[in-house]
């Protein structure tokens, strides 16, 4: 949904977390020239695999989740998106079709900054664009890490670092220790690129050892050292 309301970058109260913290007004007038925001609900497509991005989107609320469907058919998310990250970074830089798909996991918004506005900032400050480089170094070596995990881990451990990941982006609540995402099991497994089925067995494993607590979607981590040991040795 199309929200009329004007979220001006220059105003931004998450701008200090952001790529722009250090543009000077000028360059963030520049940005907000035919910038929108649009609202999705819980489940709803951001943008989908094979289409072409309409400029740099931006996470202002919510969260996301990017994945690939595999040649079976079964998904895999190969990230997790929080505000104020950016999503289909690549395929924008690369001025080529998103390879992969975004869901909202909860009701979230994103603002969309026209792309020629952000290029044109780029060419016009060599910081701004060594900091995209970094960006774009950070996720190359992010997917290789996960990559070599996915491939050479056993469940437990996939399952574990998947857990890991969700509370690395996350958090978790400081009232209960609850990670703050409501993940659904299969979410769970596409994370861990295994089976929904392995995902539960798994998951009630780790609860009998005591590592987590499970409430219907809710999962509380209760020994984060113990996770990060399976997620090492497998055990």
Same mark, same amino acid.
């Given at each position: 949904?199309?929200? #009329?309301?004007?979220?001006? *970058?220059? *105003? *931004?109260?998450?701008? &200090?977390?952001?790529?722009? !913290?250090?543009?000077? *007004?000028?360059? @963030?007038?520049? @940005?907000?020239?035919?910038? $929108?925001? &649009? !609202? $999705?609900?819980?489940?709803? #497509?951001? $943008?989908?695999?094979? #289409?072409?991005? &309409?400029? @740099? @989107?931006?996470? $202002?609320?919510g969260k996301v989740k990017i994945s690939r469907m595999g040649m079976n058919g079964t998904e895999q998310i190969v990230a997790l998106k929080k505000p104020v990250d950016f999503i289909g970074f690549r395929a924008l830089m690369e001025e080529k079709y998103f390879l992969s798909s975004a869901v909202a996991l909860e009701p979230s918004s994103v603002c969309i900054i026209n792309k020629d506005n952000f290029f044109k900032t780029i060419r016009n400050n060599a910081n701004l664009a060594l900091r995209v480089i970094r960006i774009l170094a950070r996720e190359l070596n992010e997917l290789e890490g996960r990559l070599l995990n996915l491939t050479q881990k056993h469940v437990r451990a996939r399952l574990a670092d998947a857990l890991l990941i969700a509370h690395d982006v996350y958090g978790q609540s400081p009232d209960d220790g609850v990670l703050n995402v409501s993940l659904k099991r299969a979410d769970l497994a596409a994370l861990a690129n295994m089976t929904t089925a392995n995902a539960i067995r798994v998951l009630s494993s780790f609860a009998k050892e005591n590592v987590v607590e499970i409430d219907k979607r809710n999962i509380k981590i209760n020994d984060l050292n113990a996770l990060n040991e399976i997620s090492v040795w497998g055990r």
């Open positions: 949904m199309l929200d #009329t309301e004007m979220h001006d *970058c220059l *105003c *931004c109260s998450k701008k &200090v977390h952001s790529l722009f !913290s250090e543009l000077s *007004c000028d360059e @963030l007038i520049i @940005l907000n020239e035919n910038k $929108y925001k &649009v !609202s $999705y609900k819980a489940g709803e #497509t951001i $943008y989908k695999a094979g #289409t072409r991005p &309409v400029g @740099l @989107l931006c996470l $202002y609320q």
